[in-house]
């Protein structure tokens, strides 16, 4: 009993001698002040580095040609705007993204570093938090999901804010994007939220170039040669338009009927145009072939039903008289229909 009490006593004074003060007041907070020093420092340069490439990718300008090609080069990035605008978004949400890894990432080590030096053992720490780490990934399966989602969409450049985009039940302009949810305003005014890695498929209208595709039911009666010229002198007219032309990317083509309906037949036009340009251009057409066929007296059928009633005539009734003929293509038209190089159509599968 007296041995331990003697041994206590010596322990208590070694305790708090000058070297034990000194090692307790100064060597452990000038330690752990120097980690947080460090750490500032680590994350002031990183974070600074980061911002210095988001800047750089912002301000580099586009290319201006691909594969040789200047019309290439508009057809893909389109005008310096949208496309800086667009780079710029994507740029700047990776950057925030890159930052708060950093942060995290140093949060942590100064963390473990620190319990180290407080002579805490931060091997049952780091098994402790290795536990709860699998426990908190079981648990947020979903949340884990659609970040990764959205880190692949924002890498992959799948869509931006101002995109137009199906996603299946919503639809709409993109109006914000972050790594777990997509906002989205529906034409009606609704606002959709969506989970990043609850999209299965995504439809982008808005991205490199659109099209503006035109179904035009003209009556069986109707010359298709003749509607295939208006249509394509009418979208060529708007083309050349100054007002159109800088939205409008290659020369309107008029693929040729499309479908054979029971009581109408439908001739097809398509006008490559900018992203989100294509309805406004779309609607222009639409009423300009309107105009043009009324005052070339071709008719835009109305679904309808005929009754025919069977009469018995006499024999010598007067035969009806037989469709005028219709005119055949030119061969400049054979030629240009022809050498269309295979393309995909608009709807097909």
């Known amino acids: 009993m007296s041995h331990n009490v003697v041994v206590a006593d010596i322990v208590g004074a ?15 907070p000038l330690r752990l002040l120097a980690l947080v020093l460090i750490a500032l420092i680590v994350r002031y340069i990183l974070h600074k580095l980061i911002k210095r490439l988001v800047a750089r990718t912002v301000d580099r300008p586009p290319p201006k040609e691909v594969l040789g090609s200047t019309q290439a080069a508009r057809i893909v990035f389109g005008s310096t705007g949208a496309y800086s605008e667009r780079r710029a978004l994507r740029a700047q949400t990776m950057g925030s993204v890159l930052r708060s890894i950093v942060t995290i990432t140093i949060g942590a080590i100064v963390i473990v570093m620190a319990l180290d030096i407080l002579g805490y053992s931060i091997g049952p720490v780091l098994a402790s938090a290795g536990i709860a780490g699998v426990a908190l990934g079981f648990g947020a399966q979903n949340l884990v999901k659609d970040f990764l989602a959205g880190a692949s969409m924002l890498l992959e450049d799948q869509y931006g804010v101002g995109d137009v985009v199906d996603m299946g039940e919503a639809s709409g302009v993109v109006e914000a994007v972050s790594l777990r949810v997509t906002r989205l305003r529906s034409i009606d005014g609704t606002v959709w939220y969506v989970r990043n890695g609850e999209v299965m498929r995504l439809g982008n209208s808005s991205q490199d170039w659109a099209r503006a595709v035109i179904d035009v039911a003209v009556a069986y009666e109707s010359d298709t040669a003749q509607v295939r010229r208006l249509l394509e002198q009418v979208a060529v007219e708007l083309s050349t338009e100054d007002t159109w032309s800088d939205l409008i990317l290659e ?9 054979l309906d029971v009581d109408r037949i439908i001739i097809r036009l398509v006008v490559k145009t900018r992203p989100l340009e294509q309805w406004k251009v779309a609607r222009e057409l639409r009423e300009r072939i309107k105009r043009r066929f009324d005052l070339e007296g071709i008719e835009i059928p109305l679904p309808q039903r005929s009754l025919w009633i069977r009469q018995e005539g006499p024999a010598d009734a007067a035969a009806p008289t037989p469709p005028a003929e219709p005119t055949a293509d030119t061969p400049d038209e054979q030629e240009r229909k022809a050498s269309r190089p295979p393309e995909r159509e608009v709807g097909s599968p």
Do not use: I
């Open 14 to 28: 070694e305790r708090f001698t000058a070297e034990w003060w000194r090692d307790t007041m100064l060597g452990v």
């Open 251 to 259: 020369e309107p083509e008029v693929w040729g009927v499309e479908q």
